[in-house]
């Protein structure tokens, strides 16, 4: 009976990670969409969200199924339970993933993202990216340490926030209202997409040490 | 046995209740402390951010427990996964409060909203605290119908939204680029606020039914 209900964990744990894959996916598309203009892709990525989300209440209605016939206690249960949080969280980071790609489609065949902050978008995707392959690895081997490393890596999201609002700012800037308020929402998406990851490695420490992180912000 | 265990579930209740009534509160001090520029307000909200944190906190850790020593299956074991998600969502809630007064401090003694927009704020105010109102009705009754008919309530509020958005790109908007920045993110803030309500609706809605919503966007 414990193999069987150990072989669900598994199985949960494994659904969990493949929806850490097609955020990934979705999010890396969403970035290439947005800087490239390129429609195709976007669309691409606004369909893969049904798919997010179809996943995550077939895996919530497992982990509670789960919940019902096993009633696991100590560990087990908090992995349950930081389950059902990943998988709100990852759902979400697959929302922001859509975001970016609608903004990319309604500013096609404009390229939403004015050439002067490519760089800054650009290095976001890649942060984003990284911060979720650690996230695979800190879920797939219940890694605190790695977990742990998720908050700084965060930071440099956030210096690239700042980054990007001191160009809206910049006297230099000539794109006028609507390209600013297109790029303080595309950069929110980044940093909030970022804070989700923040979160699933919180639940990753909680879920092995039974602890919550200290916050220091 | 079993009336122990429902009166702990009460008091979980009683807790997201006590949420949703923080939560409120600081939405609608938010509101006022934005609108006005007072700062002494905007500080009570950004204090209050940590009460509301710390309850949820609590509520988990009661309701984990909960799970863990009673074992509840069906009905009982939705309302306790249910409110897990609940108090994320609220706690989230409050954290938009938090930031909506954190505007309101970064621009004093200024105002963040320009005068135009006074009447729009005060609106998106006015329409999450109906909807919070509604929301506390729903989930302290188990009803269904309200919990649904915040989804149409939402509605109101991405309207608002459009209507805030429309004004920073309208040719008379001459409060430049900062202002239209904070706007814009003041104004998501709020829409959040909304989509989290909706989102514990729908939450209310399974715990009551067992179903999800049929989501029509």
Redesign the interface.
């Known amino acids: 009976m414990r193999n069987a209900f150990h072989d669900e964990l598994d199985a949960i744990g494994a659904s969990l990670l493949q929806m850490v894959g097609l955020v990934k996916a979705a999010l890396s598309d969403a970035t290439t969409a947005i800087l490239n203009a390129d429609l195709a892709l976007a669309e691409k990525v606004i369909a893969s969200d049904a798919a997010i989300d179809a996943i995550q209440?077939d895996l919530d209605a497992r982990t509670?199924n789960l919940?019902?016939r096993q009633?696991p206690?100590?560990s087990d249960?908090?992995t349950l339970?930081s389950s059902?949080?990943m998988s709100?969280d990852l759902e979400r980071m697959g929302d922001l993933a859509h975001h970016v790609a609608k903004q990319a489609r309604m500013r096609y065949p404009n390229c939403a993202v004015p050439a002067e902050l490519t760089d800054t978008i650009l290095s976001m995707g890649r942060v984003a990216n990284a911060i979720i392959e650690k996230l695979a690895v800190s879920m797939e081997h219940r890694d605190t340490v790695r977990a742990l490393e998720i908050e700084t890596d965060d930071d440099e999201m956030d210096s690239l926030h700042r980054k990007l609002?001191a160009a809206?700012?910049d006297d230099n800037?000539s794109h006028g209202?609507?390209a600013?308020?297109d790029m303080?929402?595309i950069g929110?998406y980044y940093e909030r997409c970022a804070d989700h990851a923040v979160s699933i490695a919180r639940r990753v420490y909680f879920s092995v040490t039974g602890e919550?992180v200290e916050i220091s912000d």
Do not use: G, K
């Open positions: 209440h509670i919940m019902a009633q206690v100590a249960l908090r339970v059902l949080r709100a609002i809206l700012l800037w209202i609507e600013a308020i303080t929402l929110r919550y």
